[in-house]
C-alpha cells in the first residue's frame, strides 16, 4: 500500500484547508486515518473513517472543526479542516491499517509521507 498525502500549507487563524491522501497498490484499508505530529511532540489521532461506511471518528480537539471522508471512485481520504487554530499547526500524516479500530498510530502500518500545516495567529 502506498500513500500519498497532499493539501498542507500556511493559513491564518480561522481559515480551512483540505488535506487528500491518495491510496495506491493493495485493495483499500479497512481503516483509514489522519495523524499529527507537532515539533516536540508525539505523533497523535485526529480523524479516523472506517472505508466500507463512511463512518468517522474524532479526536476532541478538532471534533466539529475537522471532517473527514474517502471517495471510493478514487481510492482517496479527505481531511477537510476549517476554523483552524495555531495549535493545529503539525504534520500531518494519513495512515492506513487492516483489521480492526484503532486510534493509536502505532498500530498502523502504512503511512504517507507527511504534509506541513501552518496555523499563524
Known amino acids: 500500500v502506498q500513500l500519498q498525502a497532499s493539501g498542507g500549507g500556511l493559513v491564518q487563524a480561522g481559515g480551512s484547508l483540505r488535506l487528500s491522501c491518495a491510496v495506491s497498490?493493495?485493495?483499500?484499508?479497512?481503516?483509514m486515518g489522519w495523524f499529527r505530529q507537532a515539533p516536540g511532540k508525539e505523533r497523535e489521532f485526529v480523524a479516523i473513517?472506517?472505508?466500507?461506511?463512511?463512518?468517522?471518528y474524532y479526536a476532541d480537539s478538532v471534533k466539529g472543526r475537522f471532517t473527514i471522508s474517502r471517495d471510493n471512485a478514487k481510492n482517496t481520504v479527505y481531511l477537510q479542516m476549517d476554523t483552524l487554530k495555531p495549535e493545529d499547526t503539525a504534520v500531518y500524516y494519513c495512515g492506513a491499517r487492516y483489521g480492526s479500530y484503532y486510534d493509536w498510530p502505532k498500530y498502523y502500518r502504512y503511512w504517507g509521507q507527511g504534509t506541513l500545516v501552518t496555523v499563524s495567529s
Open positions: 473513517v472506517r472505508w466500507n461506511d463512511n463512518s468517522a
Open positions: 497498490g493493495r485493495t483499500v484499508s479497512s481503516y
